[in-house]
């Protein structure tokens, strides 16, 4: 059986109707570039999150890139992520002027190991980015009570956890602010580009609106120096439409993930992802760890089953930052975990026959070795 890693068309199929109505209307109001169904989506997104504010982007990158900046935070000043984490977390940090400072990751979460902070710390630090990898939530209670101590913003990397939740709290309500992308494979998914900042600090909110928007306060009003970030009308109104359906999709991919649970729990060879207490992972990707990956990609390739790697080289072992100086062993678990990880496939439409057969054919390479 041919099993896609992602399959889009089944996910848009349900929904094909209402969304070509949403872009109609798009057409019919001018509303291209913000506008009425931008805001409609801010207000929805920013309730959906337990919080006040939502500002609507042109991307992810874009979101945590403007929120340093609407932060205060540039050059001198340095803000703690972990290496393990998609490019852009660090990027943005890099963008504003200011220094990434990786820490290490807690194994069984691939999140940053909050013990780790407070070495880390310099009189420099001003913020701290959590990324909630895969769906899962970082640790944040104690993450945001060692920021507190040492007076750092606590910026979300939500960007692959729409929906996730800690404590029973939202994912975009867990820091001082958070950062969520609509890339179209995301759980929340545009057809296009977007993002958004979530916060309930409406100055921090206002600034960011200012910073996309050339620092408009009104039309040819420049009241600071932005940048084009705004969020397309097109995006606004199609997410509108596909929020109403994250919680059942969400909730779908958790059915996936217990499947696969079910299935490959017992297997000897294969690590499967770990739910930690009190969280709840929403499987933007459902990783596994195995050791001899390539032959493990080998035989999925050959039985027709997608797969991926998320991520194959942690951030300060990648070219653009070998400038930091920081080679192998800097980070052991990041790069050990790097050198393991394959994304199987995870999509809320999948069946449990499609289940079945990635997990079948996962158990016959296990078998085989
Ligand atoms: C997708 C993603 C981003 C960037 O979002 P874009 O919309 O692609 O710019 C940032 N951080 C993480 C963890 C992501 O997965």
Redesign the pocket.
């Known amino acids: 059986m041919n099993v896609p890693f992602l399959d889009l068309r089944a996910h848009h199929a349900p929904i094909r109707q209402a969304i070509s109505a949403a872009v109609d209307e798009v057409i019919d109001s001018n509303s291209f570039s913000g506008g009425p169904y931008v805001q409609r989506f801010e207000e929805a997104f920013a309730k959906y999150c337990g919080t006040d504010h939502a500002v609507g982007v042109g991307?992810?990158?874009?979101a945590?890139w403007l929120t340093l900046l609407a932060l205060g935070i540039g050059p001198g000043d340095e803000v703690i992520t972990t290496p393990n984490?998609?490019i852009?977390?660090a990027e943005a940090i890099s963008l504003c002027g200011a220094k990434p400072v990786f820490i290490d990751i807690d194994e069984t979460t691939h999140t940053m190991d909050p013990a780790l902070i407070e070495g880390a710390v310099s009189p420099a630090t001003k913020a701290v980015i959590p990324?909630h990898?895969y769906g899962q939530p970082a640790d944040m209670d104690p993450i945001v009570s060692v920021a507190r101590r040492h007076g750092l913003f606590v910026i979300e990397?939500a960007?692959?956890a729409h929906g996730a939740e800690y404590q029973g709290r939202p994912a975009g309500s867990l820091g001082d602010v958070a950062?969520f992308?609509?890339?179209p494979s995301?759980n929340l998914g545009a057809m296009g580009?977007?993002?958004a900042v979530v916060t309930a600090d409406p100055n921090l909110a206002d600034r960011l609106r200012l910073l996309r928007d050339h620092g408009q306060s009104r039309k040819y009003c420049h009241e600071v120096v932005g940048c084009n970030a705004r969020m397309d009308g097109f995006q606004g109104a199609i997410l509108n439409v596909k929020l109403s359906r994250l919680d059942e999709c969400n909730e779908a991919r958790r059915t996936v993930a217990e499947s696969y649970r079910n299935l490959m729990g017992d297997l000897p060879g294969i690590i499967l992802p770990l739910e930690a207490p009190g969280r709840r992972h929403v499987y933007h990707l459902y990783v596994v760890r195995v050791q001899d990956r390539e032959g493990f990609m080998a035989h999925l390739a050959r039985e027709n089953i997608g797969c991926s790697i998320h991520y194959p080289v942690p951030i300060h072992l990648q070219k653009a930052y070998a400038g930091m100086g920081l080679g192998p062993g800097s980070f052991p678990k990041s790069e050990a975990v790097a050198s393991e990880v394959v994304s199987l496939p995870m999509f809320p439409e999948m069946t449990s026959e499609q289940t079945e057969a990635v997990a079948g054919v996962v158990k016959t390479w296990l078998d085989g070795r």
């Not at 991307?59 to 874009?62: C, S």
């Open positions: 991307n992810g990158t874009d945590l984490t998609f852009a977390t990324v990898l990397d960007c692959q950062c992308s609509f890339y995301k580009e977007g993002g």
